[in-house]
């Protein structure tokens, strides 16, 4: 990236069934930042594409289910696209596109390589977050914080990252392990990581898979915390 050159941003949006959200979460991405979005379709079998493609997203498809098999298809889009920095949005409407320029500034402005949305620093609305889910969250910052020595109050899959340093990562994480996966590799190439403060929701519509379920909630458990101690 040059100064003078534009930089070209992408928004890969993950999406398994979410219909009911996806129309709405493009459109407003789309009013806030002048963004590439892409939306990977992971498997679903409801309207997601369809409702994707109507906002003007680029959609793509990646049949492995996972979370981080479908960042990954969004970011080769995202790099056939030409994008310098991928932000990466939930597709349930959990997290706020208006909060988008706050995640991409301090890249933007090259004072970070990777920001992170803190739920922490920002705001956690009623019901938005199961005390399993805040307890889980909660031990691995401190954990990610002690082990890699960068102080991080949260782990949220909401963030942003220049493509270039993204690419280098060499990811091998395709399911819940993905986003601990990115901030462990990025910590340990001494790349800069900022947080910024964020609000989180419940999901808009659609049933949680996560959070809100017991096999989901010990999964991600289990991929978090084992990939946070894995590269100590
Ligand atoms: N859980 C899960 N999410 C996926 C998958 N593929 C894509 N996604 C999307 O990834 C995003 C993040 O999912 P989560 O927020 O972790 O899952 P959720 O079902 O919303 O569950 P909670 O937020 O924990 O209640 C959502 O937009 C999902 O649609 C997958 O294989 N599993
Ligand atoms: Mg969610």
């Keep these: 990236m040059t100064q003078d050159a534009p930089i070209s941003i992408a928004v890969v949006i993950p ?119 805040r307890f889980g969250n909660w031990l691995a910052a401190r954990l990610m914080s002690a082990l890699y020595g960068i102080p991080l109050t949260d782990l949220g899959p909401y963030r942003a990252i220049r493509l270039s340093l993204l690419l280098s990562l060499d990811m091998q994480e395709m399911t819940f392990g993905y986003p601990t996966e990115m901030m462990v590799k990025v910590a340990r190439r001494g790349a800069r990581l900022a947080e910024v403060p964020v609000s989180f929701h419940p999901r808009r519509s659609g049933r949680s898979k996560v959070s809100g379920t017991l096999r989901g909630t010990v999964l991600a458990a289990r991929y978090i915390l084992g990939v946070t101690l894995q590269y100590a």
Excluded: K
């Design 15 to 133: 999406a398994l069934n979410e219909g009911g959200n996806i129309r709405a979460l493009v459109r407003e991405v789309r009013q806030i930042v002048p963004a590439h979005v892409v939306v990977c379709d992971n498997g679903s079998t409801d309207n997601t594409a369809a409702e994707a493609l109507a906002a003007g997203a680029h959609v793509v498809y990646e049949a492995r289910r996972g979370y981080g098999f479908a960042c990954a298809a969004g970011v080769i889009e995202a790099a056939a696209l030409g994008a310098d920095v991928v932000a990466f949005l939930d597709g349930d409407h959990s997290f706020l596109p208006a909060e988008l320029p706050r995640l991409l500034a301090p890249i933007l402005f090259d004072r970070a390589d990777l920001t992170l949305g803190s739920r922490w620093l920002g705001h956690i609305a009623p019901g938005a977050m199961p005390p399993q889910q």
